[in-house]
T-cell receptor, first 116, second 113 residues
């Protein structure tokens, strides 16, 4: 079974703190994603990476950065946490070895971040 | 991305079949139909996908209309563990690094013991 794990299920941080969210996948997937999920807004893509050291902005990258130094690990960084970044953060991975976009994305359990 | 519409919520009795509908009238000829579900306090989970023919796997069946403008996810015997939000999405099979998944509001399924 594919496993995507996230470093914390729940996290509480103060405004202005630097926050690191870690994601690890064990299936040698090329693509990794960070989303946030908010009531009424659905899933929104923050950043994604399709290879080591590669990153691309998603729909809402402001206030976030990412790091992918190893294929299995994709980190999301909140440079200076703010209350509007309180959300559920979801990491996902996928493979494009088959070369077509019919494959599934595998999601981690999520990190519920509260910024006070 | 082509849009899908689903009922906001549905109820089912435990151990009865559940049919979750999805309309996608603007689907293109090469869009795949994917279903995910999200259990409370968990990340989304892939359920099934198909293109034209009906599909079965260990979790569910997917029935696709002949004109592909609608599909139905079938849970053959609902259990309490199937209570979740179910998302129907379309995905275009062009190889791209921008492979984001876009979820709409989905259908919240309640299972009654």
């Amino acid at each position: 079974d594919v496993k995507v794990t996230q470093s914390s299920r729940y996290l509480v941080k103060r405004t202005g703190e630097k926050v690191f969210l870690e994601c690890v996948q064990d299936m040698d997937h090329e693509n990794m994603f960070w989303y946030r999920q908010d009531p009424g807004l659905g899933l929104r893509l923050i950043y994604f990476s399709y290879d080591v050291k590669m990153k691309e902005k998603g729909d809402i990258p402001e206030g976030y950065s990412v790091s992918r130094e190893k294929k299995e690990r994709f980190s999301l960084i909140l440079e200076s946490a703010s209350t509007n970044q309180t959300s559920m953060y979801l990491c996902a991975s996928s493979s494009d070895r088959r070369g077509v976009l019919e494959y599934e994305q595998y999601f981690g359990p999520g990190t519920r971040l509260t910024v006070t | 991305d082509a849009k899908t519409t689903q009922p906001n919520s549905m109820e089912s009795n435990e151990e009865e079949p559940v049919h979750l509908p999805c309309n996608h009238s603007t689907i293109s000829g090469t869009d795949y139909i994917h279903w995910y579900r999200q259990l409370p306090s968990q990340g989304p989970e892939y359920v099934i996908h198909g293109l034209t023919s009906n599909v079965n796997n260990r979790m569910a069946s997917l029935a696709i209309a002949e004109d592909r403008k609608s599909s139905t996810l079938i849970l053959h015997r609902a259990t309490l563990r199937d209570a979740a939000v179910y998302y129907c999405i379309l995905r275009h099979p062009v190889r791209t690094s921008y492979d984001k998944v876009i979820f709409g509001p989905g259908t919240s399924l309640s299972v009654i013991p």
